[in-house]
């Protein structure tokens, strides 16, 4: 069975975004692949967190994963920091990439635009990623759009390794949806939907309130015009409320136009709320229900234990083939 793997932050709250661009397909794949799914606290750290809010958000979106479909029971749910591989695959991958590739990341480029002083884990943190997805073989890497320079860097150093040391690693490919790879700020169609985002009325939280959901949608920005037609270009902020509309109801763009032809924006955001709401409300439902429940730990710690398992022996690989002594 080929093998999936992927990961989210706990840096704040999971947007309809995440959603979209990630997670749902997530739920997706665990049918046919062996999927490890991860809580990237490690990368969480790459920027200052409050270490009680990190905490929250690490359960919360541990929770969220299950909430959406995924069984923790056929896949690996679990904590990076849990499996110590990473960290050590991580610095390993580090040595390998050049400054000149880490410089080039345009994720680097803006989250350290501006700021006075950088931390160095954030310059290395695509090594790290890397780390995260060789050290399972990945075959397929589910991620939204903004992912896809880490993936290829990761597809370098992969090459890299090999070529150097001899066949180790699988060359993982991403899997990035057709629509809505990358769901753009209701307030800024130029800017990505992002949980870091200030302005809580630029995203839709996964556990925003249904009535919540349905302000920020009806005062998402859009054009002057009433055309409810997909053109990126001419109408980015419709086109971003089509793609949103499409992926919540399981619908082609091409279709959701037809069906709002010639009915201006009014309906056609009235009926988009209550779309993102069907879909996240049963979402909300079973996350308080597995916060109640007291069983994350236990998930977590079952995942955590089949996923070191798997990592163990290509970490063993990589340092024999390193030259490291291993016993
Ligand atoms: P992160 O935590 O920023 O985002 C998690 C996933 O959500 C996708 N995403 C979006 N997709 C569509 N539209 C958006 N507005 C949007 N915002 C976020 C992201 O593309 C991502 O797939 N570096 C990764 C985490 C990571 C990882 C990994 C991913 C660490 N190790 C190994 C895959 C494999 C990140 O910061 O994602």
């Not at 739920?27 to 999927?35: M, P, R, S, V, W």
């Not at 709002?260 to 979402?283: N, S």
Request: aromatic residues 8%.
């Amino acid at each position: 069975m080929k093998r999936v793997l992927s990961g989210i932050q706990p840096s704040g709250q999971l947007t309809l975004g995440n959603y979209i661009g990630a997670l749902r397909n997530f739920g997706k794949l665990q049918h046919t692949h062996e999927c490890f799914f991860m809580v990237v606290d490690l990368h969480a750290v790459t920027v200052p967190q409050e270490p009680a809010a990190l905490k929250e958000q690490s359960e919360a979106v541990a929770a969220l994963f299950i909430a959406s479909g995924i069984d923790p029971a056929k896949s690996n749910v679990f904590m990076q920091s849990h499996v110590t591989a990473h960290a050590e695959l991580g610095w390993l991958l580090t040595t390998l990439t050049y400054m000149g590739e880490l410089e080039r990341m345009t994720q680097f480029k803006d989250k350290s635009s501006g700021k006075e002083s950088v931390g160095a884990g954030l310059f290395t943190y695509p090594s790290l990623m890397a780390a995260d997805i060789l050290l399972y073989n990945a075959d397929l890497v589910p991620v939204g759009d903004d992912q896809k320079q880490h993936l290829e860097l990761t597809r370098d150093l992969a090459h890299r390794f090999n070529t150097r040391y001899g066949q180790t690693f699988t060359i993982p490919e991403p899997y990035i949806p057709q629509v809505g790879a990358r769901i753009m700020s209701l307030d800024d169609a130029s800017k990505k939907m992002s949980k870091s985002n200030p302005n809580a009325g630029s995203y839709i939280a996964m556990l925003d309130e249904p009535d919540v959901i349905r302000k920020k949608i009806s005062r998402a920005v859009t054009d002057s015009g009433r055309e409810v037609k997909f053109d990126p270009q001419g109408k980015p902020e419709v086109s971003n409320l089509i793609s949103i509309y499409a992926q919540c109801a399981d619908m082609t763009v091409q279709e959701v136009e037809a069906m709002y032809e010639g009915q201006g924006y009014g309906p056609f955001k009235k009926d988009l709320a209550e779309r993102v709401v069907a879909v996240l409300e049963p979402i909300q439902q079973r996350y308080r229900d597995i916060r109640g429940s007291g069983e994350l730990h236990s998930f977590l710690r079952q995942g955590a234990e089949r996923a070191a398992a798997a990592a163990q022996p290509v970490l063993r690989q990589v340092k024999e083939k390193m030259g490291f002594l291993v016993f």
